[in-house]
């Protein structure tokens, strides 16, 4: 009689650690190959917006992918899950352009107009993609992804700032404002932009938008600047 400690060829049955690691094994190749998938069909879904333009479908976005609808659907709930995935990928692309920008500028005036720049650097190179972005927000989830991309951008900007006015000996308490603010202008301009077409170049649209913010920054450091009696006259005459 076989010994119940036996398997059915008669050898000894693997060590409960050892089925459970393979088990653990099998559910992690399968969860990668999953995620993986994800990854590719998000692909396919941001090419169908560039080929099909925001107002793209899940008929375009599984033609895009060599899939059928019902294969989307096992890896997306529905739609709006697909695009807050595409709305990540996006987001992602903002954050990894502009925060290196940020940390490498050194000087003031510098430091607005680089971010600027890589602002509408992205905005510009995918401009198909920003407008999905920012006209999607009214979903909940999207809004969340955005909302998120701003705060980390102006986290780093504010950081940034607040180093540059204390270097100066001026107080850093405007820095956090100043950059929610910068991102927020600059994030609705950018979207002017592309829905018009961008009808000025990129590089004047930066000039522009850095000239109107950096008065604000350069007015403090001249406040700081001025004797107190100057700072209370002017502010007398000021209306």
Do not use: C
């Not at 559910?27 to 990668?32: M, P």
């Amino acid at each position: 009689m076989q010994s119940p400690l036996k398997d059915v060829n008669g050898s000894d049955p693997p060590p409960a650690g050892a089925r459970k690691a393979k088990g653990t094994g099998r559910r992690d190749r399968w969860a990668d190959h999953r995620e993986q998938r994800r990854r590719e069909l998000v692909g396919a879904a941001v090419q169908a917006l560039l080929r099909h333009g925001p107002e793209v479908d899940m008929d375009q976005v599984a033609a895009a992918a060599g899939v059928s609808k019902p294969v989307l659907y096992r890896y997306f709930a529905d739609k709006s899950q697909l695009w807050v995935a595409v709305s990540e990928v996006v987001a992602a692309r903002i954050i990894d352009t502009v925060a290196p920008a940020i940390d490498q500028v050194r000087e003031e005036r510098g430091l607005v107009q680089a971010t600027i720049d890589a602002y509408l650097g992205v905005i510009e190179s995918q401009p198909t993609l920003y407008r999905f972005l920012m006209h999607q927000s009214g979903d909940p989830s999207i809004h969340q992804v955005v909302a998120g991309t701003s705060r980390q951008v102006a986290a780093g900007l504010a950081r940034v700032i607040g180093d540059r006015l204390r270097a100066l000996g001026l107080d850093a308490g405007p820095a956090e404002p100043w950059a929610y603010g910068l991102v927020g202008f600059v994030q609705a301009v950018g979207d002017w932009w592309t829905s018009h077409g961008q009808p000025i170049s990129r590089a004047a649209l930066t000039d522009y938008l850095t000239a109107l913010l950096w008065s604000g920054i350069e007015g403090v450091r001249a406040s700081a600047d001025l004797p107190r009696e100057l700072t209370r006259a002017h502010e007398r005459i000021t209306p």
